[in-house]
């Protein structure tokens, strides 16, 4: 199972990014997904899961400004990001739940990490 992070990038404050992750390979059922981020010198955070019938958690720091959301039939995973400050800096990846085969158990699988850089 391979996830790809893609779309973060350099963007001034108070600007958007969308970020996505599509999880591709040997995939029989997708369970929760989520995306985490890692800033300079930090521990790496929840930014915010979905299950897969769309219920939502988010970390106090970004609630009312990112939104998660997936596509199901797509295997694939956004990241709507708004109103961006300096402190969201960081690399942000994807992590997945899932099931290989119908035999198997569901495991945790993280993509590479897209960087996102706020700054003027």
């Known amino acids: 199972v391979q996830l790809q992070a893609s779309g973060g990038g350099l963007v001034q404050p108070g600007g958007s990014l969308r970020p996505s992750c599509a999880a591709s390979g040997s995939i029989f059922s997708i369970n929760d997904m989520g995306w985490y981020r890692q800033a300079p010198g930090k521990q790496r955070e929840l930014v915010a899961r979905i299950t897969t019938g769309g219920s939502t958690n988010y970390a106090d720091s970004v609630k009312g400004r990112f939104t998660i959301s997936r596509e199901n039939a797509k295997n694939t995973m956004y990241l709507q990001i708004n109103s961006l400050k300096p402190e969201d800096t960081a690399v942000y990846y994807c992590?997945?739940?899932?099931?290989?085969?119908?035999?198997?158990?569901?495991?945790?699988?993280w993509g590479q990490g897209t960087l996102v850089t706020v700054s003027s």
């Open positions: 992590n997945a739940n899932v099931k290989r085969t119908r035999f198997e158990v569901y495991r945790d699988f």
